[in-house]
């Protein structure tokens, strides 16, 4: 499987539904003291979505904002802080401490965030444009 089907679904309409829905199902179960249930909630809908998107043609997405942008601007470090970021929120909703959830969440928003930092998270095109008045001392 390569890598760019792996970032394309994880922009797909019913991925990220799934995946939302499922994060915030299980943070309600956690809290509730439902362990199984909420980790089996959390892990279980975003793997089937995930099985289903990847055995169809994402090359669709690419030419997407979403898609453009994931491609560009999801390396494995971002990858990694949302990962971070969901653990969190299920270990604070587990400690039913909202502070921790809200760190969790912010985390994950950081992770999606990564391309914003830069220049380069502008749509494609429009850098060009920006670095050619740039050179020209516009």
Request: glycine residues 8%.
């Amino acid at each position: 499987m390569d890598n760019r089907a792996l970032l394309l679904h994880q922009v797909h309409p019913a991925k990220l539904g799934t995946d939302i829905t499922a994060e915030v199902a299980s943070c309600i179960l956690l809290w509730r003291r439902k362990p199984t249930a909420g980790i089996l909630t959390r892990l279980i809908p975003p793997a089937i979505a995930s099985a289903l998107l990847l055995r169809g043609n994402l090359e669709p997405l690419a030419q997407t904002a979403r898609g453009r942008y994931v491609l560009a601007h999801m390396p494995p470090a971002a990858q990694g802080i949302r990962a971070a970021g969901d653990v969190l929120t299920a270990f604070g909703s587990w400690r039913r401490s909202a502070p921790t959830i809200l760190a969790g969440a912010t985390m994950i928003a950081a992770g999606w965030s990564f391309g914003l930092r830069s220049r380069k998270a502008l749509p494609v095109g429009r850098h060009r444009r920006l670095d050619a008045r740039t050179a020209s001392g516009s």
